[in-house]
């Protein structure tokens, strides 16, 4: 069974991705970037589904750099609602190896359909 970890602050935006991916994936949740490197160790995910905005606005762009830095790094699926409320465009820096070295994305608020789509797109 492929593994997924989701990242984000936000106890209640954990639990529902967990609901919709329940089932099909083993998964675990961190709530900072202190408990994601933890949890990246132990539980060696295939696949990130991480926050841009957890403990700071950088803290999302900042774990993702770190990750893609690993020899077998897993796949990333950030979440953004920061292109609205910031005006920033995730959508063209998504894959810049430097600045923003994600696999996809998805805006906020999430679909269920939409996530499941692209989460089995990731994992193959």
């Known amino acids: 069974m492929k593994k997924i ?5 936000d106890p209640d935006i954990r639990e529902a991705i967990a609901m919709v991916l329940s ?3 083993e ?3 961190a ?3 202190v408990e994601t490197e933890k949890a ?3 539980f060696k995910p295939h696949l990130v589904i991480l926050d841009v905005m957890m403990e700071s ?3 999302g762009f900042d774990v993702a750099r770190e990750i893609k830095k690993a020899a077998a790094a897993p796949k990333i699926l950030m979440l953004t609602g920061v292109d609205k409320e ?3 465009d995730i959508k063209s820096e998504a894959g ?7 696999d996809d994305y998805l805006e906020k608020p999430l679909m269920p359909k939409t996530l499941i789509e692209k989460v089995a797109a990731l994992l193959g």
Request: without cysteine; proline residues 3%; hydrophobic residues 40%.
């Open 5 to 9: 970890l989701i990242v984000d602050d």
């Open 23 to 25: 089932g099909t994936y």
């Open 27 to 29: 998964l675990q949740e």
């Open 31 to 33: 709530g900072s970037k």
């Open 40 to 42: 990246l160790q132990s």
């Open 57 to 59: 606005v950088s803290t």
């Open 86 to 88: 910031m005006k920033m």
């Open 96 to 102: 810049n190896a430097d600045w923003l070295p994600v």
